[in-house]
Structure formats: structure tokens, C-alpha cells
């Protein structure tokens, strides 16, 4: 078997020793020699149990000194009056551990208070009192001591840890300020009256509880107030600054700051200007640094890629801390939110290059196909020709140059969106030339004088027209035309009499990107783009055997 210290028995039953101790004061009193020594010896089983300080350090000059002048207060100035205040604290302090969730020995510091509580109101205020303790000599004498010594069989709690001790400050602070109203308001009571004690405690002990009855309903009622325990929590969560600053100053330096790396600096700067942070320091993706002063108290804080070491001028305590832990989650969920908004700038970015790029690569594509239509035409052709060829080339060449100048532009200034202007008339009569050597049959009826956007026309029928092309290489006798109808508003359709495209491909065409046997797959994707944002509406109106049709119409 392990064997156990000396110190470590002590430590373990230092909070039944000290209730003993003090058992022992009370009932024989302070003023003899070996009554002061049991008072000593309580007071040294309260330094080994106190939940306020415990480390492996060496102690500190302040603190020896500090202990040291509670001894002497408590020795040289003993009293009933000082005596009830004594218990009045022990009474906050033990209570306070029973609320904690984390005090393993719950049933020993209910016994405890228990122990105290009596011993206050039944023995120590009386005393105050000058009132007969006749009757509860008797308890206090015989039956009030079996608590403590219970204590020392259910006590398992560790004292001997190097992380400092778990207490709730608030509930505390309640129950001492309890016990003060209970010793003060007996004390005034039956003073001032001359009652009997038992009918004055009773009376304080149901006026407390009336109180505490209204003040919990005060807590959270069920309709109207909105209650005490929202407005406590309100200022929980402003302690050392306004919670709702906080976020405010965050929200506007995240809507003012263009990159995270200037953000998380002008937060940081944000942060070092609180009274009880004295430096600071960081590290992320994007950036560290420090600010301030290093100090010896300091909290390690990391939230969504924020490494953090916060620098206090003082300790920090549970509730400051847990405040210290929201206000920096805030602040690392704005530093992930701007890193996304970096990330979907930067990604939007490459999209409208890979778009830029992969349209103006059709379009050239469609200016090479144009020409190799030319080089097709007079190889074709023969010497009785050759007036006509010239004819045409003198007319397509330059239309073929002011394409490409006007894609060239285009990649070097994507974002310069250019009109070419156009009569109707004309660009029919063009892209007629541009394709009669082909199987294309071009029909209309009267066209009136009209001005377009031939760029958008050129892009959008040479796609269509390349891909019939492309298809009747493959089917033989498939028959291609293209048709203008001008009533209301211009459309222009485009039909072939080949098998008819799968139905899975037809259902995302113009939606996204789709695979293409004789090319990239997006040049129908990039056409149908470019006639929306030029007021034209391209979609598939027919897809069955022996007639595929695809219509352009305008919209605005």
C-alpha cells in the first residue's frame, strides 16, 4: 500500500480539524492561554483548508504578512462580535463550495454549514444577546460536535494540488451577506423590542425567506419584467468594457479593413487599450506581433486560427476570465469571416479570368474558322473565279481584323466592355459570305433598317454554326439552317436535322460546363452568358431526331 504523509492527512482533514478547533473556542471560550492556543491551532487548520490561495510557491512576503495579521487580529481581538463575523465568513466560504459543481465532498460541506449556521444562531448570538442558552446548551454541548467528526470519515477531497481552488464568488458573497442580516437582524430585533430570541429568530428567518421568495420571482418572472437575472447577466458580460462596444468597435473594423492581416492588427490594438490587459501578443496565417508590456499574469487564448497570449495587470478571475474567452471567439469568428471574404474575392477573381480567357479562346477560335473557311474557298476555287474570290476576301478580311483587334482589346481591358454597332442589313449580308461555302442555308424575309451589336451576333451564331458544321462531318445529308424573323423583337434560329443531343446534356446546357467530343465544352455555356448580358435569350427549343433547334432571341 502507498503510504500518506503527515501533511497530506492534514490536508484531507483539515476541514473536520477545523471545525473541531473551533468547537472547542466556542464552548470554553477565548480569554485563558490554552484557550487562545485552541484558537491558534483553528486558525492554523483554516490556512491549510482556505479556498482563496493555495500553491507549491514559495509564500510570498505579502502573504506571510497577511496571515500573520489575521492570527493577531483573531487572538489579541477576539469577541462574540467578532466571533459571529468569523462564522459569518466561514458560512459564505464553505457555502460557496457547496454550489460549485466541482467539490467532489458535497455532503461534507453541506454538514458543515449546517454546523456553522447553528452554531451562529443558537450559541454566538445569544451570547450577543446576553439570553439564556439553557436550552441549547444541550445541542451544542453533545450533538452539534458528531457533525465535525463526521466530517473527518466523509472528507476525500485532495488539498495538495497546484491549481488554485474552485469558488464561487457570488454565492459567497449571498450567503455571507445572509448571515450578517441574520446575526444584525436578531441583534436589532430583540434589542429594541426585548422579545424573547426563539420568537426573533423566527421572525428574521420568515422575513428572509419572504425576501428570498420575492427576490427569485424578481429573477425571472413569467410575464412582463424582464427580470433580475437578465440584467446581472448583462453586466457579467461587461465587466472592464461595454459587451455591446466591443462587438461594435469588431463590426466596424472588419467592415473598414480590406484584408485580415490589417484587421486582426487593428484589433489587437483595440485590445491592448483595455485597463487591465498591460500587452499582447499573436500569431495567425497572415501575421504576429506584439503590444504593450509582458507581464507575469497572462491567458492563453486560440480561436479559429488566432493564437493569442493576453497580458493582464492582475490575476484573472473565473468571470473575467470566461469574459475574456467570449469577447476573443467573437473576435476570431470576424478574423475567419474576413479570410472567407478574401478567399471568395480572390476565387471570384479567377473566375472572371477563366471565364475572361475562356471565351475570347472561342472567339478566336471561331476568327481561325473564319479564315480557314477563306483558305478553303480559294482553294477551291478556280482561275474564272478569281474575281469573285478577291471580291470576297476584300470583304471579309477586314471585318476578320476588326474581330481579333477588338478580342485582342478585350484581354488586355476585360472589364472595358466595348459596343460594335451594326445595320441589321449588313451583318446578315456578312455572315452570309462568311459561310457559303457551306452547307448552310440561310433564309429571312424583309429586313428593316435595325442597329445592332454584331459582336454579340458574330460570337453567338458562329458557335452554333461551328458545332452543326462540326456534327454533319460526322452525318452524312444533315441539312443546316438558319432562319431570321423579325416581328416584334429580332430572333434568329438555328436548326440542323441530326440525331438529337442526349437528354442529360440538353437539361445543362447554358447552365454549366458540359462535356464536348470536338472541344472544351463551355463555348455554348460562355455564348448563352454573353447574349444575356447583351438583352438576348438563347436556349434549345427543340431536340428530337431530324430537327435540333436552338433559338436568339431578344428579350429587352
Known amino acids: ?93 464553505l457555502g460557496g463550495r457547496v454550489f460549485s459543481i466541482l467539490a467532489k465532498n458535497r455532503l461534507a460541506y453541506l454538514l458543515a454549514t449546517s454546523y456553522l449556521l447553528a452554531s451562529l444562531l443558537l450559541w454566538v448570538v445569544p451570547k450577543l444577546l446576553d439570553a439564556d442558552v439553557t436550552v441549547t446548551e444541550f445541542l451544542m454541548m453533545y450533538l452539534l460536535p458528531l457533525l465535525p467528526v463526521f466530517i473527518l470519515f466523509a472528507s476525500k477531497e485532495n488539498h495538495d494540488s497546484p491549481l488554485p481552488p474552485t469558488l464561487d464568488f457570488f454565492y459567497t458573497l449571498l450567503l455571507l451577506l445572509l448571515a450578517v442580516i441574520l446575526v444584525l437582524g436578531s441583534f436589532v430585533i430583540e434589542a429594541s423590542s426585548g422579545g424573547n430570541y426563539a420568537e426573533v429568530l423566527i421572525r428574521v428567518l420568515f422575513g428572509l425567506a419572504i425576501a428570498l421568495f420575492v427576490i427569485s420571482w424578481l429573477w425571472n418572472p413569467r410575464a412582463g419584467f424582464a427580470g433580475i437575472g437578465q440584467l446581472l447577466s448583462r453586466y457579467l458580460l461587461s465587466l472592464g468594457l461595454p459587451f455591446e462596444q466591443w462587438v461594435k468597435n ?123 473557311g477563306l483558305c478553303r474557298a480559294a482553294e477551291l476555287t478556280g482561275d474564272e473565279d478569281n474575281e469573285r474570290l478577291v471580291a470576297l476576301i476584300r470583304r471579309q478580311l477586314p471585318q476578320l ?31 452570309r459570305q462568311r459561310y457559303q461555302q457551306t452547307q448552310v442555308a440561310f433564309l429571312s424575309g424583309p429586313i428593316p433598317e435595325l442597329d445592332i451589336d454584331d459582336e454579340v451576333l458574330d460570337s453567338v451564331l458562329d458557335n452554333l454554326l461551328q458545332n452543326a458544321i462540326e456534327k454533319a462531318k460526322n452525318e452524312t445529308g ?22 438529337a443531343m442526349p437528354q442529360e446534356k440538353a437539361e445543362t446546357l447554358f447552365k454549366k460546363h458540359v462535356s464536348s467530343e470536338n472541344g472544351l465544352g463551355i463555348g455554348l455555356y460562355h455564348a448563352g452568358r454573353q447574349a444575356g448580358q447583351a438583352g438576348y435569350s438563347l436556349s434549345l427549343v427543340n431536340n428530337q431526331d431530324g430537327e435540333v433547334r436552338f433559338r436568339l432571341i431578344q428579350v429587352s
Not at 496571515?67 to 469577541?79: D, N, P, R, T, W
Not at 466596424?252 to 479593413?257: F, V
Not at 478580342?407 to 456578312?430: F, G, H, Y
Not at 444533315?478 to 440525331?499: A, F, N, P, Q, R
Open 401 to 431: 481584323n476588326q474581330r481579333l483587334s477588338l478580342t485582342l482589346d478585350k484581354l488586355q481591358a476585360p472589364n472595358k466592355v466595348q459596343n460594335r454597332i451594326m445595320k441589321l442589313e449588313t451583318w446578315w449580308s456578312n455572315i
Open 1 to 93: 500500500m502507498m503510504s500518506i504523509k503527515p501533511t497530506e492527512l492534514l490536508h484531507r482533514y483539515s476541514l473536520g480539524l477545523l471545525l473541531l478547533s473551533l468547537h472547542a473556542v466556542l464552548i470554553w471560550g477565548f480569554e485563558t492561554p490554552l484557550q487562545k492556543a485552541f484558537l491558534i491551532c483553528h486558525y492554523g487548520f483554516f490556512l491549510l483548508w482556505q479556498p482563496i490561495w493555495r500553491t507549491r510557491q514559495a509564500l510570498s512576503l505579502y502573504a506571510a504578512a497577511l496571515f500573520i495579521a489575521g492570527g493577531l487580529l483573531l487572538v489579541y481581538f477576539m469577541s462574540w462580535w467578532l466571533m459571529a463575523f468569523w462564522l459569518a465568513g466561514l458560512f459564505g466560504l
Open 478 to 499: 444533315t441539312i443546316i439552317e438558319v432562319e431570321m424573323s423579325i416581328g416584334d423583337k429580332l430572333c434568329i434560329e438555328v436548326t440542323d436535322s441530326g440525331k
Open 250 to 372: 469588431i463590426a466596424e473594423l472588419a467592415e473598414h479593413e480590406s484584408s485580415s492581416k490589417e484587421f486582426t492588427q487593428s484589433a489587437m490594438r483595440e485590445i491592448a487599450t483595455l485597463p487591465w490587459v498591460s500587452g499582447v501578443s499573436w500569431n495567425t496565417a497572415e501575421s504576429n506581433g506584439e503590444l504593450g508590456v509582458v507581464s507575469q499574469h497572462h491567458a492563453l487564448l486560440d480561436f479559429q486560427g488566432v493564437h493569442m497570449k493576453l497580458y493582464t495587470r492582475f490575476p484573472l478571475t473565473p468571470a473575467l476570465a470566461m469574459h475574456v474567452k467570449l469577447l476573443t471567439q467573437i473576435l476570431g469568428e470576424f478574423y475567419e469571416a474576413k479570410r472567407r471574404e478574401e478567399s471568395m474575392r480572390q476565387n471570384t477573381y479567377m473566375q472572371a479570368v477563366y471565364e475572361t480567357g475562356a471565351r475570347l479562346t472561342h472567339d478566336i477560335k471561331n476568327i481561325v474558322q473564319s479564315l480557314s
